[in-house]
């Protein structure tokens, strides 16, 4: 290889290391999207971001262009690829962008942010929320990798990566995606890649040692390269043993928190308070259809396992107790054993937010024109197979539901099962002596089985059933302390399904059985293996499930048939009466109609907060858009600092005569600007012979004499000269910028041409102009006084043949 191409060949294997780098650190930064999309969707758009944006940062830094080049091009690319890597929907064919397409695309570098933030996560990368992870690839590619190939320091280019590592972070969920791994990767990419630059490119720094020494050189790079390995494996294996023994005491906080509170399934009134109004006003009416329903099997509309008095409730007590739920997602039930069975349920006049299934559900897919709003309002709970939809069920809606079916299992085999030790909340104001009735009725049971059967034919055997509807013996509605009071206390127990499955649950979680209140639907048994279930009103019901060891939650029924009603509810006593049991004063009476309100124990909540938190996010978005204009902005603004910062120290140059020359630099300098062409060390008449010619100046030939004259006169120019001189000057570079156009005057003013000619070189040949200027001043001053006026630019101004 001729020593020719070995600069141009050690650039390349350089640059081909910062893109490899620069790639590698923002692929892993980019991957803390991965929680926030549910999986790997955003990966393509991603991908395609990043490598046009390192593809743009690469061509302009071949061709050594600007930033307004780099700008431009990072635009084009975006709307060109956007379309067919974020917003495919919209795109014809797939590829192409319509004006569907430029339109998202124009408003999704301002809307997007905010669309990403107020959507429950998963996000779908089809409702164009991909569009963020694209423009984020994008604008740090191109900024990191700018950085990387043009400047010798890899600070700038990691402090983008690290800056596009916390806006992922910022803009995705509570929960991280891969710590360990993004923290590691991240720190021995960066080692490893400042090493290498260190190794492979000696010629950066002051001295290379391989001048001096070529062998010590060889041995110092591989004892920098073993040392940098030790410390990298150091650290990364420090950090893997301290994630392996500690964890963080609470979650992150995110921008999402401040526009989407967590979910809260305390927010919702109980399904089983509207009970005995399905009963009662929807007895006829097809709430929803059910396709595929086995024999025997039962939609639920949610498990309830907390009681305050008042209300039997659904709960959220996090992992830690039976009750958890998370956003909606596939594959929610792979170890789940049994028969598998897919559902068709559609929608009808079933309204609420409890969504009818099955209690071990695998997947559920809606459809129809509600079905993305659906998914990303749903949240499932695997312990208890309750599934809520914040956005609420409505006619027309339908979903197929993949589920398993356990099978049944008889009572021989749970013969030597004992019960499932589970962690459920504290039951309050459980009526008195409730345990100790429990207690008696188990007394003479053996098994876990047998207790609960025995409680079981308790309430169904020792019971009557009635709604409380007209013709029917009085039955109140409701299942609070008093009602349940009421249930036990009287002469006959009489009620329906509500206050039977709660009592029963109350009882059995008394005696330490863990028990919990169902509420769903399922037909007679003359209705039971029909190919569609329409379930009506008359066809809801409560029963309670006990957890078993080794088998999970199964239900029992101590809800009296529905054909056992009492004759004379004040004379006829109950079955096999057992001691009274004392009950709390009776609170106030709710109105039969209405089932009883949900009482808030929680806190208010700050209403200024959520002001404050929206006010926050708000100036957060702002402040992302403000960083991304400043990123690609900050070459724009340094360029005219430096120019600013040139001028004034021309203009301020201790020596009047070094104010001229000064003052003729600057025109120079606006004049390469403008594109003249300008020799290094030619004479002022030349250069204005060269800047007339360019650009049509024809008084800068005058100019240029007068500042021969001034700079290499026989004294020093005044205050007054030095201000007009700078006044002409000023008035032909507005003259530039005026027969100019737009683009042209734009393109001049943040050109870096000028700048380069300030460097070392520029500055070198300066000094052999001052140098040579103070050797021949005499003989110019004699000269000038001999032939007054007429100045030989020839021969008083030599700097190019001064030694």
Known sequence: MSASMRPSSARAGRWVLDLAAVAVLLIVALLGFWPTFGGPAFLPPAAGGLLLGLAVATVCALRNRGILTVAGLTVVAYFLFGGALALPHTTIAGVLPSLDTTARLATGVVTSWKQLLTTVAPVSAADGHALVPFIVALVSGVTSASFALRLRSAGWALATILGALILVIALGVPVPAFPLLQGVVLAVAAVVWMSLRSWWFPQR????????????????????????????????GAGVATSAVS??????????????????????PSPLQSFRKTVRDQKEKTLFTVSGLPKGARIRLAAMDDWD?????????????????TP????????????????????????????PGIRTTDDIAFDGTRAEELRRSAYHNTETGTTVVTAGLEEGDAYTVEAVLPAEVPDEQLKDAEFGNVKLPKLSNVPEDLGTLAADEIADAETPIEQVRALEAYFAEGGFFSHGLEGEVLS???????????????????GDDEQYAVVMALAANEIGIPARVVMGYYPKKEREGEPVFAATGDDVHAWV??????????????????????????????????????????PPQEPVDLPPTVPDDREPEDDSLNILGIIGMILAIAGISLLVLLILSSPFIVIGVLKAAKRRSRRSAPRPSDRISGGWDELTDRA??????IAPGSTRTEDAAQVSTSLTLPTVTALADRADGQVFGPGEPTGQDVDAFWREVDALVAGLGKDAGFWKRTKARLSVRSLAGGGRIAARVQELRDAAGARVRDAAAARLRREPGNIDSNTTRSESEAP
Do not use: C
């Open 205 to 236: 720094t002051a001295i290379a040692v391989t001048e001096a020494d070529p062998a010590r050189a060889a041995h110092m790079r591989v004892r920098r390269l073993l040392g940098g390995v030790a410390v990298v494996a150091v650290a990364a």
């Open 247 to 268: 964890a963080p005491s609470e979650p992150r906080h995110v921008f999402r928190d401040a526009i989407i509170p967590p979910f809260n399934v305390r927010d919702y």
């Open 309 to 325: 008095g008042v209300v039997y409730n659904v709960t959220d007590g996090g992992p830690e107790t039976s009750s958890a739920f």
């Open 328 to 355: 909606l997602r596939s594959d929610m039930a792979p170890d789940a054993q049994g028969v598998p069975t897919t559902l068709r349920i559609e929608i009808a006049d079933y309204r609420g937010v409890w969504v």
């Open 476 to 494: 109140r509605a409701g299942h609070t302390a008093e009602r349940i009071g009421t249930l036990l206390g009287g002469q006959q127990m009489i």
């Open 545 to 586: 499930e006990v957890n078993f060891e080794g088998f999970g939650w199964l239900p029992f029924n101590p809800t009296p048939p529905e054909d056992k009603v009492p004759n004379d509810q004040n004379t006829k006593p109950k079955v096999d009466p057992k001691p009274q049991v004392l009950q709390p004063p009776p």
């Open 672 to 677: 390469i600007d403008y594109g003249a062409r």
